[in-house]
């Protein structure tokens, strides 16, 4: 476990307990589960890896909680929304229980210097630049981890979203093309040299933008499904005990999910990338694109003829969230020295997405 950052100047100990202190014992589900807080006992660390939201563990005493709050500084408008994401998961614990159940939402930023909430921790392995020991030398259990992966994702897609709570969270119809816009203007606001590349994917996304399979009954949409957004059972990391980081959710297009886990399973590594995701799955036993395509169309039914349209947006995607974390470091936000070269990332994204066959 990590430090707390140094930038997180605003993260005030005795500000925080005293909050936990008043809010945890009036919530009726943390009573239930963990008794009385043992807010004399209060630790704070940061959890390794991510790139986006602050993430941290909290301790009191036996108990274990998880605190998320923005990255310091500005960010995208309508992007890091912590009350949003905490509405998300209030109502996503009790019909999806592989999402964690949130505690308290703060949205008094004296209390912290930002909104933030607090939830249950998963406790688990999560894969990222590493395997565990345990899939090392097994590619049959890692083929079960993929499947398991995908098996999740598609049990995700058949919730009902069509009545309360989750139907009055989004707005399903038009989702895709206002995805294509929203990132688009995103990428205009953080640009900071001309790419011909993301320009040019940016129209051609515009132009064949698919009818909404399904628009009339919505699918929630996790957003960034991928390996290290995934708690794995300790014992069989063939189950999945925890859905993670669920900042993007929305209700819409199922197929944008299944776009985002390929680009992180399989393109990110043919494009170049060394991250978590890329130095794991391309492994032996691991799913390759062909079967995680097969397994979910087989669990869900649904029609993937035109994955590629959703495999190009979602390279479009991930260049333009690469791109803020790049332009929050040249803005002095952030010296996390894993962002230094993500420009170059971008244009070597954008160039794989154009080279994909239709």
Same mark, same amino acid.
């Given at each position: 476990?990590?430090?707390?950052?140094?930038?997180?100047?605003?993260?005030?100990l005795?500000?925080?307990?005293?909050? $936990? =202190?008043?809010?945890?014992? #009036?919530?009726?589900?943390?009573?239930?589960?963990?008794?009385?807080?043992?807010? *004399?006992? +209060?630790?704070?660390?940061?959890f390794?890896g991510?790139?986006?939201?602050?993430?941290?563990?909290?301790?009191l005493?036996?108990?274990?909680?998880?605190?998320?709050?923005?990255?310091?500084?500005?960010?995208?408008?309508?992007?890091?929304?912590?009350?949003?994401?905490?509405?998300?998961l209030?109502? +996503?614990?009790?019909?999806?229980?592989?999402?964690?159940?949130?505690?308290?939402?703060?949205?008094?930023?004296?209390?912290?210097?930002?909104?933030f909430?607090?939830?249950?921790?998963?406790l688990?392995?999560?894969?990222?630049?590493?395997?565990? *020991?345990?899939?090392?030398?097994? &590619?049959?259990?890692?083929?079960r981890?993929?499947?398991?992966?995908?098996?999740?994702?598609?049990?995700?897609?058949?919730?009902d979203?069509?009545?309360?709570?989750?139907?009055?969270?989004?707005?399903?119809?038009?989702?895709?093309?206002?995805? %294509?816009?929203g990132? /688009? *203007?995103?990428? %205009?606001?953080?640009?900071?040299?001309?790419? &011909?590349?993301?320009e040019?994917?940016?129209t051609?996304?515009?132009?064949?933008?698919?009818?909404? =399979?399904?628009?009339?009954?919505p699918?929630?949409?996790?957003?960034?499904?991928?390996?290290?957004?995934?708690?794995?059972?300790?014992?069989? &990391?063939?189950?999945?005990?925890g859905? $993670?980081?669920?900042?993007?959710?929305?209700?819409?297009?199922?197929?944008?999910?299944?776009?985002?886990? $390929?680009?992180? @399973?399989?393109?990110?590594?043919?494009?170049?990338?060394?991250?978590? @995701?890329?130095?794991? /799955?391309?492994r032996?036993?691991?799913?390759?694109?062909?079967?995680?395509?097969?397994r979910?169309?087989?669990?869900?039914?649904?029609? !993937?003829?035109? %994955?590629?349209?959703?495999?190009?947006?979602?390279?479009?995607k991930?260049?333009v969230?690469l791109q803020? %974390?790049y332009? #929050?470091?040249l803005?002095?936000?952030?010296?996390?020295?894993?962002?230094?070269?993500?420009?170059?990332?971008?244009?070597? !994204?954008? #160039?794989?997405?154009?080279?994909l066959?239709?």
């Amino acid at each position: 476990m990590a430090p707390v950052p140094k930038d997180v100047r605003a993260f005030e100990l005795t500000s925080l307990a005293r909050y $936990l =202190a008043e809010e945890l014992p #009036r919530h009726d589900r943390f009573r239930e589960r963990f008794g009385t807080p043992d807010i *004399e006992a +209060l630790t704070v660390d940061a959890f390794p890896g991510g790139y986006s939201n602050l993430t941290f563990l909290v301790r009191l005493g036996t108990t274990e909680l998880v605190l998320r709050r923005p990255p310091i500084g500005p960010v995208p408008a309508r992007a890091h929304d912590m009350a949003r994401e905490y509405r998300w998961l209030a109502a +996503l614990h009790p019909v999806y229980p592989l999402a964690p159940e949130p505690f308290l939402l703060c949205e008094d930023p004296s209390v912290i210097g930002s909104v933030f909430y607090v939830m249950e921790r998963r406790l688990g392995l999560v894969i990222r630049d590493e395997e565990p *020991e345990i899939l090392r030398h097994d &590619p049959a259990l890692r083929r079960r981890v993929g499947e398991a992966l995908v098996d999740t994702l598609a049990s995700l897609h058949e919730l009902d979203a069509s009545s309360p709570p989750l139907a009055a969270l989004g707005k399903p119809r038009g989702f895709v093309a206002r995805q %294509i816009e929203g990132w /688009t *203007e995103r990428w %205009i606001r953080a640009r900071t040299d001309e790419v &011909p590349e993301m320009e040019a994917l940016a129209t051609w996304l515009r132009q064949h933008s698919p009818a909404e =399979a399904g628009s009339s009954v919505p699918s929630v949409v996790h957003g960034d499904f991928k390996l290290d957004n995934v708690v794995l059972d300790e014992r069989d &990391p063939s189950k999945v005990v925890g859905v $993670l980081d669920w900042e993007m959710v929305a209700l819409g297009d199922p197929l944008v999910d299944v776009g985002m886990l $390929l680009v992180y @399973w399989v393109h990110a590594a043919m494009a170049g990338a060394r991250d978590s @995701w890329a130095t794991v /799955t391309g492994r032996a036993g691991w799913l390759g694109r062909d079967a995680v395509l097969e397994r979910y169309e087989a669990k869900s039914g649904r029609n !993937l003829a035109n %994955i590629r349209f959703y495999e190009r947006f979602a390279l479009f995607k991930l260049a333009v969230i690469l791109q803020q %974390i790049y332009l #929050r470091r040249l803005r002095g936000q952030t010296d996390d020295p894993r962002f230094a070269h993500l420009g170059e990332r971008v244009l070597t !994204l954008a #160039r794989y997405a154009a080279g994909l066959s239709p």
